[in-house]
């Protein structure tokens, strides 16, 4: 009985092994990456005190992916820290990904007054303080002047360094965030080591 064309040849079993190995993996890895879970380093002093440049996130895709095999729009939870695709990215110039905390909703009325922002909707039309649900994290005071009804399909997103444009977001020329950009939850700062903490 003749020996098969691969034990003949045991190096070319070998690296077709190899070859599909490497393929699985990569495979492997943009599933993981679109549908579960997304890693993204932080740059610049928006967030602070809560994240800090070289802090390494990890961005929960599941909810979104949910979402979307419902046939829904994702829609992060207030005060939540999220990461989205800048709507204005120009390659070379602005950030491709930026991170921020979730303010409103489409439909509510956001207000930034005397350092403080008030949202209004039809559960609270007297206003509340949407840093209430940040577990006072954000900065304050808050500079700048807002008034605006947060669009259809977007939502209000502020930075935590929130004192002159060290964060820039909705109050300052970012503007709204359409659903659809939103990458995910921030689930885990992973590094530095010591200071590994969930959101």
């Not at 699985?24 to 890895?29: A, E, F, M, P």
């Not at 992916?65 to 695709?85: D, E, H, L, S």
């Not at 954000?138 to 605006?148: A, I, K, L, M, R």
Request: glycine share 10%.
């Amino acid at each position: 009985m003749e020996a098969s064309y691969f034990t003949r040849h045991p190096f070319l079993k070998d690296l077709l092994s190899l070859v599909i190995f490497v393929v699985c993996v990569i495979i492997g890895t943009v599933l993981i990456n679109t549908f579960v879970f997304r890693s993204y380093n932080v740059v610049g002093p928006s967030m602070e005190t809560t994240l800090y440049t070289g802090d390494r996130l990890i961005v929960n895709r599941l909810p979104v992916t949910w979402a979307n095999i419902q046939g829904k729009k994702y829609m992060p939870t207030r005060g939540q820290v999220i990461v989205f695709r800048n709507p204005h990215y120009t390659l070379g110039i602005e950030d491709e990904y930026i991170v921020k905390r979730v303010i409103a909703y489409p439909g509510e009325r956001v207000v930034l007054k005397n350092g403080t922002y008030t949202v209004y909707n039809d559960a609270h039309p007297e206003g509340f303080n949407p840093d209430d649900y940040n577990h006072g994290e954000p900065g304050s005071p808050t500079s700048g002047e807002v008034d605006e009804v947060v669009p259809e399909g977007e939502i209000f997103v502020s930075g935590d360094h929130r004192q002159g444009n060290y964060s820039y977001d909705s109050r300052n020329g970012l503007g709204t965030i359409p659903q659809y950009d939103i990458v995910g939850p921030v689930a885990m700062r992973i590094f530095p080591f010591n200071k590994i903490r969930t959101f």
